[in-house]
């Protein structure tokens, strides 16, 4: 007997943006774990990923661990569903991170969990590039070495035998039926006459792809809305195209993150087994309940029991590298799986994942299209970011050309250098050549007076030791003339930060009824997984380690 493959996809797309007002840019990369491995595809791989893991395992570790705190700042009692995708929020910040200094980027680094001084500012910016690069990238050499992906048999039946007379279904050949698409784009919309530093534009272009366009916010404000409204619709395929209604006459500079996701599911769900299943959101003996179409397949799936949570947990795998992972406690309620994210940190997801192992599963998954739209400003502003949106206190002049150099600038002759010529790290080298050293700005000196000064250069400004106390003193960037061009406002801060999700789980297609039937008999699943209440879910890249989406799903209406 042989039936059709049907083709059963997820679809995620996600639009961050943010308003700076007084921009605009985009990326991509990734990484995963060692062990020892025989085959000389196995060693292959082991010596590409040993080559970077440990500081790009670091980066990515900080995506999941950051989706952690966001999670526990955006608990709502009323919320259906606070789903929302960690690497689009990791790249819309991280290019914050890289225009930024002063408050501003301690904060930063701290919400992002980057700073314990592990990694310097050059390791953070090339770990996210290379992180968003592989994301997005379909090389064989990028295969994962996730542990249970090495042993994907369940030894359920006579495998050899039974294929005989149930092979396994083909491939799907429709054009459209790609088997795993992640699309990332950053967009930078900044005001006409806007001057970006040329470090900044390079290194944006450069680590995260980013993309500017020039627009007039004050004179057509409407027709800018339009634009990058019309650019969001493009870049997810029209899930997501009314991310912004207004802008406001102080803004200089828009960042849009956008994430697209698409994937075959890498077994199919059996579309004529999908009927009506109860759904209880307030657990089994609660109220509220109700009827949700509900997928089924059975199959080989990675499978945990975190006996000391009460958790069980499954891997539903797509294909090339992507799984959903359902984290579902045992008489599941909204308030087991909000505990859950205390729980979740990277280290605790990896460890899950590393002793999963394959088994026999019947899974029943509700049908899925949730949304979620949400302010990431008062989420961030809980978890101590809080220079970034003052109009006093915000340092993101790194952003902006600036008058700051004495000579017009010398270029570098590698623009990742620039990642290490900052004010910051200027001072560190001070401190540890003279403990004793009192920071002494100077203004309008060039890199050469600078150095025979016995200073350091970092970014335009030159750091000297004092002599004394009384030699010290601190500088004030507020004044328009610190700024080439003529930049509208004396301040440069972030006004807003938006974050939209939407998502669809289903199956469509069709499949051969008998067959069907007759497969579902002749499997006895070692495990039962009828997912009817609430979950916490993660859709993970295996290569990278980034979670693509991250969110407790109390409705799946």
Do not use: C, M, Y
């Given at each position: 007997m042989r039936f059709t493959r049907?083709?059963?996809?997820?679809?995620v797309v996600v639009a961050t943006l943010l308003t700076i007002a007084s921009g605009q840019i985009s990326s991509v990369v990734r990484q995963p774990p060692s062990q020892q491995y025989s085959s000389p595809q196995q060693q292959q791989q082991a010596a590409r990923q040993q080559k970077y893991s440990g500081n790009i395992n670091l980066v990515s570790d900080s995506v999941t661990n950051l989706a952690q705190r966001i999670a526990r700042a955006i608990s709502n009692q009323k919320s259906k569903t606070e789903i929302f995708s960690p690497v689009?929020?990791?790249?819309?910040?991280s290019l914050l991170l890289l225009g930024s200094?002063?408050?501003?980027q301690k904060e930063l680094l701290k919400v992002m969990g980057l700073d314990t001084g592990a990694l310097s500012f050059q390791d953070i910016h090339l770990g996210f590039g290379r992180l968003f690069q592989d994301l997005v990238s379909n090389e064989p050499s990028l295969e994962p070495l996730v542990t249970w992906r090495q042993n994907d048999k369940c030894n359920r039946f006579d495998e050899e035998e039974d294929d005989e007379d149930y092979p396994l279904p083909p491939a799907a050949n429709s054009a459209n039926d790609t088997q795993v698409e992640i699309h990332l784009a950053n967009g930078i919309f900044a005001q006409d006459g806007t001057a970006f530093d040329d470090r900044y534009n390079a290194l944006?272009?450069?680590l995260y792809k980013s993309e500017l366009q020039y627009l007039d916010f004050v004179g057509s404000e409407s027709k800018s809305v339009r634009t990058i409204n019309g650019w969001v619709y493009n870049q997810t395929r029209g899930r997501i195209g009314d991310i912004l209604s207004n802008i406001s006459p102080e803004t200089i500079l828009l960042i849009v993150n956008t994430l697209y996701f698409r994937g075959l599911w890498e077994e199919p769900f059996l579309n004529l087994a999908t009927r009506p299943r109860r759904f209880f959101p307030n657990g089994p003996d609660g109220?509220?309940?109700?009827?949700?179409?509900t997928m089924a397949k059975s199959g080989c799936m990675p499978y945990y029991l975190w006996k000391e949570?009460?958790?069980?947990?499954l891997g539903v795998p797509y294909q090339q590298n992507v799984t959903m992972y359902i984290f579902f406690p045992n008489d599941s309620t909204r308030a087991r799986v909000t505990a859950l994210h205390e729980k979740l940190s990277a280290q605790t997801v990896n460890e899950i994942v590393t002793k999963m192992t394959m088994k026999s599963v019947s899974l029943l998954l509700p049908q899925m299209h949730v949304s979620n739209a949400f302010s990431l400003k008062s989420a961030f502003q809980q978890m101590g970011l809080y220079a970034l949106f003052d109009r006093?206190?915000?340092?993101?002049y790194h952003l902006l050309t600036s008058k700051r150099r004495g000579d017009g600038g010398e270029e570098l002759e590698d623009i990742f250098e620039a990642l290490e010529d900052t004010k910051e790290n200027a001072i560190q080298y001070l401190m540890k050549q003279n403990p004793n050293c009192v920071v002494l700005e100077k203004q309008g000196v060039d890199r050469v007076t600078c150095l025979k000064d016995s200073c350091r250069l970092g970014g335009d400004v030159c750091v000297c030791c004092a002599d004394s106390d009384d030699d010290f003193r601190r500088r004030r960037r507020d004044t328009a003339t610190d700024y080439g061009g003529d930049q509208a406002n004396s301040t440069i801060y972030v006004t807003e930060m938006l974050h939209k999700v939407d998502l669809v789980v289903n199956e469509r297609g069709t499949e051969g009824g008998a067959a069907t039937a007759t497969l579902i008999d002749r499997i006895s699943s070692q495990i039962t997984f009828l997912v009817n209440g609430p979950f916490l879910m993660i859709i993970r890249e295996e290569t990278t380690r980034l979670p693509l989406f991250y969110g407790s799903i109390f409705s799946p209406k």
């Open positions: 049907s083709t059963q996809w997820v679809l689009s929020i990791a790249g819309a910040l200094g002063g408050q501003t944006a272009k450069k109220p509220g309940s109700f009827d949700v179409p949570e009460n958790v069980r947990v006093e206190t915000a340092d993101l």
